[in-house]
């Protein structure tokens, strides 16, 4: 009895010495010299298992100290979980504000433009983020789509290319709306102008996702945009060949004769008019600028000129001639 007594008499010193703002050597920064460290704090833990995890680390020294200073503060219910990065310096109070805080460690990871959702979620993986093959799950998810509003079975083209600082630990499905999210910032920007031409959403994502493949020179998104719509509008097919290989399951990087004659493959945009079924990628800002902004050109054709631009012709006999010089080494 006498030592259950001595115990809450000795919280009870060290509850009014915290409240006094006397610093006891429990709370103190377990050392001074610079240092880092990172400290994974698991979903649903205690404040008891909390405590145990940052003294077994070093963070802190003492898990009883801390412990009792989160129930002073008011904040035992509020610590986060997540991938902590905390100094050796640092007082238990601040240890404890950046967990309340949720000040967790991000890990950057880069999407560039042109990216198919299985090279996005391979991206993910490799910045530790999470699993390819679970976000694949979601992206590929008919009901994630709708969920978000995407027009289509899956987040292809939808998945915007950008940098982002993530946080380990976050659901699949948390990553893949961050994207989307993101995707539709943009698009309300350029969404009035394409009801001014009469496009859709969908239209312009799968568009702008052939105009991303086709060239990486931004000068030539508008002039390769104007050819597509030049196209469409007189019912001419595309020809697009990343349409063709996108819809090739398991391509070996050789675009044959016979792929251009499947009529099976329903991205072969040399025997099926009109647009694609769905995205073959997920185009940038730029790219969507220019289905929306095309250049005032009347452009029907253009080829490779094997130096990262295309030569744009107005006709097939144009074309012939610009396929001859620059495919075919002929005169």
């Given amino acids: 009895m006498r030592r259950l007594a001595g115990v809450a008499a000795a919280a009870l010193v060290l509850g009014l010495g915290l409240a006094g703002g006397i610093g006891t050597l429990m709370l103190q920064p377990p050392s001074e010299a610079a ?16 405590a145990a995890i940052l003294e077994a680390a070093g963070v802190i020294r003492s898990a009883p100290a801390f412990a009792l200073l989160a129930r002073f503060r ?17 007082r238990a109070r601040e240890v404890l504000d950046r967990l309340a805080a949720g000040a967790v460690l991000t890990h950057r990871v880069v999407i560039p433009e ?36 995407i027009p289509g079975a899956s987040l292809e083209g939808y998945l915007f290319p950008e940098t982002y ?26 969404e009035p102008r394409a009801a001014a031409r009469g496009l859709s959403m969908h239209d312009v994502v799968v568009l702008a996702s052939l105009v991303e493949k086709e060239t990486g020179a931004e000068e030539e998104r508008p002039l390769v945009a104007a050819v597509f719509l030049n196209r469409l509008a007189r019912g001419m097919r595309l020809e697009t060949d990343p349409a063709v290989i996108y819809g090739i399951a398991d391509f070996d990087g050789n675009l044959r004769r016979v792929h251009l004659a499947d009529v099976t493959n329903p991205y072969n945009t040399y025997q099926h008019a009109g647009l694609p079924p769905g995205p073959i990628a997920s185009p940038g800002a730029a790219a969507l600028s220019a289905v929306v902004e095309p250049a005032d050109a009347d452009y029907l054709f253009f080829v490779a000129r094997n130096d ?16 001859n010089r620059f495919q075919r080494n002929a005169p």
Avoid at 35 to 49: M, Q, Y
Avoid at 120 to 143: H, K, T
Avoid at 166 to 182: C, K, Q, T
Avoid at 310 to 323: L, M, N, P
Wanted: no cysteine.
């Fill in 308 to 323: 990262g631009t295309h030569q744009f012709s107005r006709s097939y006999g144009e074309h012939v001639r610009a396929v």
């Fill in 165 to 190: 600082e993530l946080a380990r630990g976050i659901p699949a499905g948390e990553v893949a709306r961050l994207m989307v999210d993101h995707f539709f910032a943009v698009w309300r920007e350029l």
């Fill in 74 to 90: 008011g904040q035992a219910g509020a610590l986060r979980a997540g991938e902590y990065a905390f100094a050796s310096n640092l």
């Fill in 114 to 149: 042109g990216l198919r959702m299985e090279e996005v979620a391979a991206r993910i993986e490799a910045a530790g983020l999470g699993s390819a093959a679970e976000f694949l799950s979601v992206a590929r998810e008919p009901a994630k789509a709708t969920a978000l509003g």
């Fill in 35 to 50: 240092g880092e460290t990172i400290v994974e704090i698991p979903r649903g833990a205690t404040l008891a298992k909390v």
